[in-house]
């Protein structure tokens, strides 16, 4: 079992947290600018957003074991604890993610980022619909003590109308892509060779960009300007202790949801671009429905989603294929609702489902061989899950779609297309670089 870092490292952890109601909260993005490292920032659609700053605990894991590694862990850091939340959405949960690969390398933009990591936040602001509220989270320190921090922690909250610091984009002064577009179409074309021998039924490439800034990037700042764009996107933030990078970003991929037995999740695959005006907006996503290469990735996602919850599940909903319109691109979406015969922690599905199709492949084993054998970077976190969970097990997870790693003046950027058997490269370069619109525009 990985043990629980906290700040007096006990050998049994007691978790002790307090929370107070805040009138009239400042905005996240002036939390988020002022909190301490290392940073969390999660903001999804029906859910409270929540910012944190500082490390009470921190649980990590490696390998292919890092799934069980984590869930253990926080099994033992909620098992003991004096909580005195004031609502639900403010009760301790832990923050995180993991990485895609199990032989996750944490080099070069993903240095500080382990296989797994999950921290609760020593302070954090959740802002639900009604209210928001402040919490102070400590390991084994007496009651009167994380009291006494969260009257110090109210006090220094800024106020409602505080201008929040950092301003536009900083501007990109160089660029550089880690795979050529001559290695891209050989990349492609070796896919489609393992589809075609039935090796591969789906597979999904990635490039990554390197850019270097005209200034420091502030990541608050990105992440407010990328709420306004994708509204119905989660937004998220995740730092190493140190907090001298930041892996964040706008991703319209839900993993899994859980509350109760009910799980939330769904199939999002198959792109196209927008439309200059509404018709030719619409035109695209017509065309969009009715191309088979986009149909035929969409369904062998959604098939293999039903098929990884099967095990766990008494019934699954499928909802009606729809188009997903977003600032840049379009997507095919499937609902799914499904409800459990069996109570499940969150991360029992998410290793369950990780990863589907939509950023891995088909067969998954040979899809990740197939990803080791031809991008010539580290994924990292990227198009893995991030998220949070609760001492209930409960929790949400998205994949890490639409994001980059910043470092001060530089920022690696991710993107990702499905390769089926009648892909086209330069098709499918295009579709990549319409995916690195979202967090690019945060920069240039």
């Not at 035929?296 to 039903?306: S, T």
């Not at 991008?375 to 994949?399: I, M, Q």
Request: hydrophobic share 40%.
């Amino acid at each position: 079992m990985v043990p629980v870092r906290g700040e007096q490292s006990p050998e049994r952890p007691e978790l002790v947290s307090r929370a107070v109601r805040v009138a009239d909260p400042p905005r996240p993005r002036t939390v988020l600018a002022g909190a301490a490292a290392p940073r969390t920032f999660w903001a999804a659609p029906d859910e409270p957003t929540v910012v944190g700053g500082g490390a009470a605990a921190t649980i990590t894991g490696e390998g292919p074991d890092r799934f069980d590694a984590v869930r253990d862990a926080a099994a033992e850091l909620f098992a003991v604890g004096d909580v005195h939340a004031g609502a639900l959405s403010a009760r301790p949960r832990l923050f995180g993610g993991f990485a895609f690969h199990d032989d996750h390398s944490p080099t070069d933009s993903w240095r500080g980022y382990p296989g797994a990591e999950f921290v609760l936040p020593r302070v954090q602001v959740t802002y639900g619909e009604d209210a928001a509220w402040l919490s102070v989270n400590a390991v084994d320190d007496d009651a009167g003590t994380v009291e006494g921090r969260l009257e110090t922690a109210r006090e220094a909250l800024p106020d409602r109308d505080a201008t929040p610091p950092g301003g536009g984009p900083p501007g990109v002064t160089a660029r550089t892509r880690t795979t050529t577009r001559e290695a891209w179409r050989d990349g492609v074309t070796a896919a489609i060779d393992r589809i075609e021998a039935g090796e591969l039924r789906k597979v999904v490439l990635a490039q990554a960009m390197e850019t270097e800034l005209a200034g420091t990037l502030s990541v608050p700042a990105a992440l407010d300007r990328l709420g306004d764009t994708y509204p119905d996107c989660v937004r998220f933030l995740f730092e190493p202790e140190d907090g001298s990078a930041g892996f964040f970003g706008a991703t319209p991929e839900q993993l899994v949801g859980l509350r109760g037995r009910t799980v939330e999740t769904g199939a999002l695959a198959g792109t196209t671009g927008r439309g200059d005006t509404a018709e030719e907006d619409e035109w695209l996503a017509n065309e969009l429905l009715a191309d088979a290469k986009n149909v035929h990735e969409h369904e062998l996602v959604a098939d293999a989603i039903r098929e990884q919850l099967d095990p766990y599940a008494a019934s699954v909903r499928t909802g009606q294929r729809t188009i997903r319109r977003l600032a840049t691109v379009q997507h095919i979406e499937t609902p799914m609702t499904a409800e459990l015969a069996a109570d499940e922690h969150v991360l029992t599905l998410v290793e369950a489902l990780h990863p589907t199709p939509a950023v891995g492949g088909l067969p998954p084993d040979a899809a990740r061989s197939t990803i080791r054998d031809t991008e010539p970077f580290e994924r990292g976190w990227y198009a893995a899950p991030v998220g949070w969970f609760d001492a209930a097990g409960y929790g949400s997870f998205a994949v890490a779609l639409r994001s980059a790693v910043a470092r001060r003046d530089a920022a690696t950027l991710f993107a990702g297309v499905g390769i089926v058997a009648d892909s086209d490269p330069d098709r499918e370069w295009e579709e990549v670089q319409l995916k690195y619109r979202p967090v690019l525009d945060e920069l240039e």
